[in-house]
């Protein structure tokens, strides 16, 4: 379904903090995906350019799907209000944003 006037498209805060630790030499960044919309977003999808990471992710929890591109919670939803938390190591941080998600109010 695409966004509606209760959910527009890209409803979602995205914050990135250093941790102050460092993985493999590579500065250590936590991310935190939260749906600020009351509906459900599911099949989310972030731009992700140049995304690397010298620490391992759980592919349950991000992936990359293409150069470019990533995956949040293997597409599972993301119910309103709900934080998708996780952390990578890159010697630079990188910049997240929204690309897709399929939006479902009830």
């Known amino acids: 379904m695409a966004a509606t006037a209760q959910c527009p498209e890209g409803k ?7 941790t102050g630790r460092t993985v493999a030499g590579k500065m250590e960044w936590k991310v935190t995906v939260t749906n600020i919309c009351f509906c459900t977003q599911s099949n989310l999808v972030l731009n992700c350019p140049d995304f690397s990471t010298a620490e391992a992710i759980d592919d349950a929890v991000f992936r990359q799907v293409d150069h470019g591109h990533c995956l949040v919670r293997g597409g599972e939803p993301i119910h309103g ?5 996780f952390k990578y190591a890159a010697d630079r941080q990188t910049r997240f944003s929204y690309s897709s998600s399929t939006i479902s109010c009830s």
């Not at 209000?81 to 938390?85: G, I, L, M, Q």
């Open 81 to 85: 209000d709900e934080t998708v938390t």
């Open 12 to 18: 979602l805060d995205i914050a990135v903090v250093e």
